[in-house]
């Protein structure tokens, strides 16, 4: 589901980082750990396609995304990859449902009201559905950034420290909705983080040296 090969990305002649060779299987749940300056952004940045190795391939359910052109590209990310940041990216001027119907025809799909109206449920949200994001708390405001996520049905799920910024409350409850929706949609799921409190709930890791 998730392969990479000799992969390699310089920012410049002086900082060349190479990345272990790494197979994950469908429906696998694993962390990403690495001190800081490791590389684990650039590593989710190649994984996402947002950035082209130096050298090295990284392959997601078998095609070699470092080949695909970058309108391809944004199609196969809306279609198979599902991110969610520290901080919820939503479009403010929208609603919280007019950006997951958003998200589904940016990766080029049908619009499916009901698929929206079924995440929306499953993550105890359908009653902000006509709100702005401005209107929301940031806990909620995290799981409409899951909702988007998980909307296309994305065979991968990728979150960069989904939960530093919150009480253990709400970051327990954050990552009781990721490992869910995760299994719910039988996606393999990687979180990015320095938090012992994920670190305790996901067995895999795959580690970066500094
Ligand atoms: N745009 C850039 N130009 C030059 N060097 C960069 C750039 N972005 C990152 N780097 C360098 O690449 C290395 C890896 O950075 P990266 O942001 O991937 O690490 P990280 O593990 O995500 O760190 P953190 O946990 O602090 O976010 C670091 O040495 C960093 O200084």
Known sequence: MIKIQSLQYSYNKELNLSFRDWTVTQGEQWLMLGESGSG?????HL??????????EVYINQTAICQL???KMDHFRGAHIGLIFQRA???KSLTVLQNLLLAQSLAGLPVNNKRVEDVLNSLNIADKKANYPSQLSQGQLQRVSIARAVVNKPSLLIADEPTSSLDDRNARA???LLITQAEQN???LLIATHDKRVQ???ERAYILQS
Do not use: F
């Open 40 to 44: 684990k952004t650039t590593l989710l």
């Open 47 to 56: 994984l996402t396609g947002l950035l082209k190795p130096s050298h090295g």
């Open 69 to 71: 052109s970058n309108t």
């Open 89 to 91: 990216h939503l479009i």
């Open 174 to 176: 954050v990552l009781d």
């Open 186 to 188: 039988n996606a393999t």
């Open 200 to 202: 305790e709930r996901i």
